[in-house]
């Protein structure tokens, strides 16, 4: 049987920090969509200049070559056993497009913890974001989850960068952008009885914690 799981929560909440312990946790693959992005963009490929062009600006990229992409990712074998999604579905049109995907591997969503925390909270985290420029993406806070060394990834000794969307004017466009096109999804999976809600603003052990007692279930 396969466990596919959708982290759902605002920009900065803490889903790829979660996805990423919670991929160590359980075996399962962590799939961001916002990572697939950003190595499309590394490699220059067609779609990263596209999708650049929505990032920069914290719009969301268009559902058709968004579903496609992560259609694809969620092909490969090691999707088997399923997969924690990150930043996938963001709209209506993607839930419906997921549900289809997964029904044609005759698997459905487990659950969808949603994560929240104050618009304050998400600035603050978002503005004092360190992300590692390694396909592994791995995050650190200045404040609240520092490296050990300035500049450098914990786990795999790359470079960490501050994201281009990670400033306090496009962190607060996107947190509207979620408002408006990614809140709907809240009340989508309530309606399936999917939804299960996370309190995010604790520290990041205390997040986990609520996590993985609501996996186990
Ligand atoms: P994406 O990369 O998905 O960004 P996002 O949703 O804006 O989410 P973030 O990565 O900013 O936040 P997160 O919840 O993962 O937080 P994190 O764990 O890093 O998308 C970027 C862009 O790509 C979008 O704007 C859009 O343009 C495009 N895109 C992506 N997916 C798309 C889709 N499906 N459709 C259309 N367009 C799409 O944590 C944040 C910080 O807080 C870190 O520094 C971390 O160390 C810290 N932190 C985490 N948890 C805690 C805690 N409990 N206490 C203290 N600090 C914490
Ligand atoms: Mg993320």
């Known amino acids: 049987m396969s466990t596919y799981i959708v982290l759902l929560g605002a920009p900065g909440v803490g889903k790829g920090t979660q996805a990423d312990i919670l991929a160590q946790e359980t075996g399962l693959v962590h799939?961001?969509?916002?990572?697939?992005?950003?190595?499309?963009?590394?490699?220059?490929?067609?779609?990263?200049?596209?999708?650049?062009?929505?990032?920069?600006?914290g719009e969301l990229v268009p559902d058709d070559v968004t579903i496609a992409m992560v259609e694809e990712r969620l092909s490969y074998s090691d999707?088997?056993?399923?997969?924690?999604?990150?930043?996938?579905?963001?709209?209506?049109?993607?839930?419906?497009?997921?549900?289809?995907?997964?029904?044609?591997?005759n698997a459905s969503?487990?659950?969808?913890?949603?994560?929240?925390?104050?618009?304050?909270?998400?600035?603050?985290?978002?503005?004092?974001?360190?992300?590692?420029?390694?396909?592994?993406?791995?995050?650190?806070h200045m404040i609240f989850s520092p490296p050990a060394k300035e500049g450098?990834?914990?786990?795999?000794g790359s470079e960490l960068y501050q994201r281009d969307d990670d400033t306090v004017e496009t962190a607060r466009k996107r947190l509207a952008v979620y408002k408006k096109q990614t809140s709907p999804l809240i009340a989508y999976y309530r309606e399936q009885g999917k939804l299960v809600k996370?309190?995010?603003?604790?520290?990041?052990?205390?997040?986990?914690?609520?996590?993985?007692?609501?996996?186990?279930?």
Not at 199 to 216: A, H, N, R, Y
């Open 31 to 57: 799939i961001s969509s916002g990572d697939l992005f950003r190595e499309h963009i590394n490699n220059k490929t067609e779609l990263g200049a596209l999708a650049a062009s929505f990032m920069s600006k």
């Open 79 to 105: 999707c088997k056993k399923g997969a924690l999604l990150d930043g996938f579905p963001r709209t209506p049109t993607q839930a419906d497009a997921l549900s289809v995907i997964l029904n044609e591997k």
């Open 109 to 140: 969503l487990s659950i969808v913890p949603y994560i929240t925390a104050s618009d304050e909270v998400l600035i603050e985290r978002l503005s004092g974001r360190w992300t590692c420029r390694a396909p592994g993406h791995h995050t650190f």
């Open 152 to 156: 450098i990834c914990d786990i795999d």
């Open 198 to 217: 996370i309190q995010g603003d604790q520290p990041i052990e205390g997040v986990t914690k609520e996590l993985l007692s609501v996996l186990e279930r």
